[in-house]
């Protein structure tokens, strides 16, 4: 499998531009996977179905499945944080791209997406893990770079430089135990 970050600050566009990339890739006859960082606790499930009061009564996992689809939540007793190398070992083994959103302090090859108007920081200039920069406002970038700079509003032109430069972003889960 391929995989490659998206980094930026709240409100840059990740996944506005990660729900661009998934059909630009599906139409090009890839099978993607997403694999998202949350700060905060979040819950899939709900207050009274069968799975929620199964993780209530103290599973430590709980596995839902149809003919449509697989929900795994897994409960941890203590706070543990999982390294984006830890969630993609439980991707599924036959996804041809996985993109990675948040986890910008990560040593995945990522895609910096960046806003001017935002007033945050590039961070380009100072992680090595940066390989192209999508943007809205190129003209505005604070120093002039020789990555690949996007239009932030084409994934299909993201997607087409993804598949071109495929072999790049071959992820050997063995590089990273």
Do not use: C
């Not at 007793?77 to 948040?102: F, M, P, R, T």
Request: proline letters at 5%; zero cysteines; hydrophobic letters at 40%.
């Amino acid at each position: 499998m391929k995989v490659i970050g998206f980094s930026g600050f709240s409100g840059s566009g990740k996944t506005t531009l990660v729900e661009g990339l998934i059909p630009a890739l599906k139409a090009m006859g890839m099978r993607v996977s997403v694999v998202k960082h949350a700060h905060h606790r979040f819950d899939l499930d709900h207050p009274g179905k069968d799975t929620f009061r199964h993780r209530e009564a103290g599973a430590f996992e709980v596995v839902a499945a149809s003919s449509k689809r697989l929900m795994l939540v897994r409960e941890f007793e203590q706070a543990k944080e999982l390294s984006v190398h830890h969630l993609l070992a439980e991707i599924y083994d036959g996804v041809d791209w996985v993109l990675v959103e948040g986890f910008k302090q990560s040593d995945l090859q990522k895609i910096e997406v960046w806003r001017a108007s935002t007033q945050h920081p590039a961070r380009y200039q100072e992680d090595d893990f940066i390989v192209a920069i999508a943007t809205d406002s190129p003209d505005d970038l604070p120093d002039p770079t020789q990555r690949p700079v996007f239009d932030l509003n084409k994934p299909e032109e993201i997607a087409a430089w993804l598949i071109a430069n495929q072999s790049r972003f071959e992820y050997h889960a063995e590089n990273y135990a």
